[in-house]
């Protein structure tokens, strides 16, 4: 049990620290049942103020919620249902497809040209591939990439055409002059 020193109201709970009239802090006291309760009598408020202006202690049970002063808000009603948010938008890289496989084509060609004559076929729809690429990045570079790798097949099918076209003609005129 503790009791305030100021005003000796006396407080059974354990977790109070202050009085809760006048904020003192509260000491122990031993507990005796010849001592009669003590009375508070609390003083009269003024006449200018009013009951809701009354000050009021932070102790668990004594909270009261203000008055209401205006008149509520007509609630919005509720939509059905919760809808995530959309994903965020990610920037797009430019496509890049057509000028790859016109560079891998024409970089097959090589191989397949010398064992099995397949580079023939391989080479042209490189080279077809790479400049449709090329034309492609420029109507829209912002959705079109790899002009490097067009560039590339373009060239490297050229020369495999090049290269195999002067090995058929040497071939030829060795089997002519023979």
């Keep these: 049990m503790k009791r305030c020193p100021t005003c000796n109201q006396r407080f059974t709970d354990e ?12 000491v122990d006291m031993p507990a005796s049942s010849d001592e009669p309760p003590v009375t508070v009598v609390y003083p009269s408020l003024p006449p200018s103020v009013s009951p809701l202006e009354q000050p009021t202690m932070d102790y668990p049970g004594a909270y009261q919620p203000p008055p209401v002063l205006m008149a509520p808000q007509p609630q919005q009603p509720l939509q059905a249902g919760w809808n995530p948010p959309p994903p965020p938008a990610y920037a797009s ?15 097959a060609s090589i191989p397949l040209g010398f064992c099995c004559y397949i ?3 391989t080479s042209p729809i490189a080279i077809v591939l790479g400049i449709f690429s090329l034309f492609k990045i ?7 990439g790899g002009k490097g790798m067009a560039i ?12 195999a076209a002067l090995m058929a003609l040497i071939f030829v005129i060795m089997r002519s002059t023979s």
């Design 93 to 107: 890289q430019p496509q890049k497809n057509l000028a790859l496989l016109s560079l891998i084509l024409s970089i």
């Design 15 to 26: 977790w109070l620290t202050f009085c809760t009239q006048d904020g003192t802090s509260l």
């Design 152 to 163: 590339a097949g373009v060239v490297i099918g050229a020369l495999y055409l090049v290269f």
């Design 138 to 144: 420029k109507q829209d570079p912002s959705k079109w």
């Design 119 to 121: 580079g023939f076929l």
